[in-house]
């Protein structure tokens, strides 16, 4: 310990920076010097861990959004949605996912920019649509960035039978830099060189990998906090069950109203043609129950409550 105290508060960072999250929360118990030194840089130190992780390890009712367009950039929004929601291994699949991301996304933008929430959800997807310089210059954009991003990452880091389209491009950095228009996507061409050599000194993107079956057993397994459309999950893919039994499932225990005011978490799409592609989920029937029967009963969950909900909370 005496070692310790003595070198450097820089070198004393960098061997936080190593270590996991729950392990600085232990060590800042220690001592005023070590508790001050991680609170100088506590956004950093917790900055490459899930928010809800770090809510619920600093049982702090204020959390972090993950996806709100003032608390994280766009590459990270996409790592966290990659980390709690797998990518699919069909591209097409993969695709829609990262529609929907896009979605989300631009509508916390929309939203943090005020005058652009009424418009968020009625515009049409077109990139060519004649509102959209009038909207946002994201809106569109989002989605096709993160597909783009994510199937770069699939073919340096992904497993062998993941579905690509045109690998070609992915193959080199002078393919990567060259096969798209990158200020169509409000980009300089000096972006693209740089993030093809993030992404191959090491995988930047997190999360596991499904297939479309996987998918929709997974989903099938989940249990939504919120009202959840899953035509989305379903259209196309199941045969001989009605939509009213698919629609049945999904089913759940409040509006996104309520579980934003309760969890402080994004919004979602809850209007327009991007309503109910995602929603919020939990792991357990007990943090479920626990939801329904505090807005029941109107009595508010404890702090260490939300805390542990907030831990079984992801989004599908």
């Given at each position: 310990m005496t070692t310790f105290m003595?070198?450097?508060m820089e070198l004393k960072l960098e061997i936080f920076y190593q270590l996991p999250a729950r392990d600085v929360q232990r060590v800042r118990r220690v001592c005023k010097t070590i508790q001050k030194a991680i609170d100088s840089e506590k956004r950093k130190l917790l900055g490459n861990i899930c928010a809800r992780e770090a809510a619920r390890i600093a049982a702090?009712?204020?959390y972090l959004v993950?996806?709100?367009t003032k608390e994280v950039t766009f590459l990270e929004a996409l790592r966290r949605w990659c980390k709690h929601r797998p990518a699919s291994k069909e591209g097409i699949a993969r695709m829609h996912d990262r529609a929907d991301f896009g979605h989300i996304y631009h509508k916390n933008?929309?939203?943090?920019d005020g005058s652009l929430k009424a418009l968020a959800d009625r515009l049409s997807m077109h990139l060519n649509d004649p509102l959209l310089p009038q909207c946002h210059p994201l809106f569109g954009t989002c989605g096709g960035l993160a597909e783009i991003l994510t199937n770069l990452h699939a073919y340096l880091h992904g497993p062998?039978?993941?579905?690509l389209i045109d690998e070609w491009h992915f193959a080199s950095r002078e393919n990567f830099v060259q096969r798209w228009d990158w200020s169509s996507l409000c980009l300089s061409d000096d972006w693209a060189p740089e993030i093809y050599d993030m992404f191959a000194d090491g995988p930047v993107?997190?999360?596991e990998w499904r297939s479309q079956d996987e998918h929709?057993?997974?989903f099938e397994a989940c249990m939504p906090l919120t009202t959840l459309k899953t035509h989305q999950f379903y259209y196309g893919r199941w045969k001989g069950e009605s939509y009213a039994n698919a629609r049945g499932r999904g089913r759940g225990?409040?509006?996104m109203s309520e579980v934003t005011s309760m969890f402080d978490v994004p919004i979602l799409p809850t209007e327009g043609h991007c309503a109910g592609i995602v929603a919020y989920c939990v792991k357990s029937k007990w943090a479920r129950d626990t939801v329904e029967k505090s807005l029941e009963t109107g009595q508010s969950l404890t702090l260490l409550g939300k805390a542990a909900i907030m831990d079984e909370m992801f989004l599908f």
């Open positions: 003595g070198i450097p702090d009712v204020k993950d996806y709100d933008k929309a939203t943090e062998f039978d993941v579905d993107l997190e999360g929709i057993k997974a225990v409040c509006d």
